[in-house]
């Protein structure tokens, strides 16, 4: 293929994806989809230019306008999650850990995290499993025991294992609290005293949960002890892909350095700029799209029980959060459910469940998949769509229909949620492909 094909080649399979997702169900919990305002942002010239430090204090010219959104963005983040600093400079949630990991703690010292099968983050993780504490600042991890049946850490049993591994010298640094698969609230509030007597820094990493949190509709990390709150800003938070650190007036230092120049360089100013807008929007919005959100999971929980699916969580009504895990291990395993699900344009992701590793499972062939509705709810579904959603899961994992005769149907569904909602302007289509490139013949061509 010629240079230019190729070239062309790139611009036709991105307008093939925006062509497919506007037929699907998009359900991968850490997905959402951002409003044309942010969308503007990110195609802006903010994108192409550098702006090292702090607004006020850069070490490049040309930020007059790049200062004042930074700035926006600091005060609106402060507002949305009622913190007294703020820092919208990580460039993912991921860099925003790194740099409370910097900040607060050295190479070799310990942190408690969730395992990944109970819900943790590879960024919480060990090094032989090239988590990014361990491999990358050197954090020794202990995991929280966790509790199956409340489907969240255990208070009682963390409390002995932090002091039997004090009394064994391993004396832990950081209290991480958050996860990717996380239905119920972590006890930051049970924990934090405890922690901070026996002189530990606490995390709470919201990545998943911040829209929930900006909502008022989750728990409160800062207010119930948490020294700092990472986040990603894209997850159930509508901004363009990036992270957010919020803390205390005490902690801005040590953090502000962490990012810069510890952690970043150019920190992406038109994700700033998105970072900002989305967080007006959820000032404004946030609220009822965090109800929604979480009466949708509850609801899509209940419609697959009734199916006959085993939903996480049974006891505490499957979830509290955007999100619930099912586990599909009698219709197979995650990962063949996941691809039967895509061929029927419905997008989820395999999820490993608590038990699994021990039970010798691999994370391509785990019991379980998660389910999220973060981005559904902000294309206007409601309880009603979530029971059409369960069913359409029911007829391709349980009744094994062909997935392209479900695909038909699930394409049929979509063409009423065309828009993006709980925003200012929805006048694109939510996944309308913007063409700033002249001629239609690329994206005609075969
Ligand atoms: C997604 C996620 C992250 C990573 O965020 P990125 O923005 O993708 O870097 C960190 N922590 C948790 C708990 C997550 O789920």
Redesign the pocket.
């Known amino acids: 293929m010629s240079t230019k094909a190729l070239h062309d080649k790139v611009l036709r399979l991105m307008k093939e994806h925006h062509d497919w997702f506007n037929k699907s169900i998009p359900l991968i919990a ?1 997905e959402n989809i951002p409003s044309p305002a942010v969308r503007e942002a990110i195609i802006s010239d903010f994108g192409n230019r550098y702006a090292e430090g702090w607004p006020g204090d850069r070490v490049y010219a040309g930020c007059t306008y790049i200062d004042q959104v930074e700035i926006i963005c600091n005060d609106l983040a402060k507002k949305v999650f009622r913190a007294e600093f703020a820092d919208c400079r ?8 790194l740099a409370i990991y910097a900040a607060f703690s050295n190479p070799g010292d310990y942190m408690m995290a969730a395992s990944i099968p109970s ?6 993780g060990k090094k032989e499993h090239s988590g990014t504490a361990g491999l990358v600042h050197g954090l020794n991890i202990e995991h929280y025991p966790f509790s199956k049946e409340e489907m969240t850490i255990d208070v009682d049993a963390t409390k002995r294992k932090i002091e039997e591994m004090i009394r064994n010298g391993k004396v832990p640094k950081i209290g991480m609290f ?3 698969l ?1 239905l119920f609230p972590h006890p930051v509030k049970e924990l934090s005293n405890f922690m901070h007597d026996h002189g530990m820094y606490v995390n709470y ?4 949960v911040a829209g929930l949190i900006a909502g008022g509709e989750f728990q409160d990390p800062l207010k119930e002890g948490a020294d700092s709150m ?6 159930t938070l509508w901004g363009p ?3 957010i650190i919020v803390s205390f007036e005490k902690r801005a230092d040590a953090i502000k350095k962490a990012i810069f120049p510890g952690n970043t360089s150019s920190h992406h100013l038109h994700h700033v700029a998105g970072k900002a807008i989305a967080l007006a929007e959820s000032l404004e919005f946030g609220k009822d799209y965090a109800k929604q959100v979480i009466k949708n999971a509850k609801e899509l929980a209940g419609a697959l029980v009734e199916y006959g699916f085993r939903v996480l969580g049974e006891k505490r009504g499957y979830t509290a959060s955007h999100q619930i895990a099912v586990d599909v291990s009698k219709f197979g395993d995650g990962g063949s459910v996941e691809k039967n699900l895509e061929k029927a344009n419905i997008i989820l992701n395999r999820q490993l469940l608590p038990g699994d590793i021990k039970a010798g499972r691999h994370y391509m062939h785990p019991s379980g998949v998660r389910i999220g509705v973060p981005e559904t709810t902000r294309l206007g579904m409601k309880e009603g769509e979530m029971k059409e959603i369960a069913n359409f899961i029911k007829r391709v994992v349980v009744n094994m229909q062909d997935p392209n005769i479900v695909a038909k149907d699930v394409a049929d569904f979509r063409k009423q949620f065309q828009k993006v909602q709980y925003t200012f302007d929805n006048t694109l289509g939510a996944y309308e492909y913007i063409n700033l490139v002249g001629t239609n013949q690329i994206y005609n061509e075969q």
């Open positions: 850490s990580a460039t993912s949630g991921v860099v925003a850990n819900g943790g983050h590879i960024s919480h958050g996860g990717s996380f990493d919201g990545a998943h990472t986040m990603s800003s894209h997850k892909q990036g992270g």
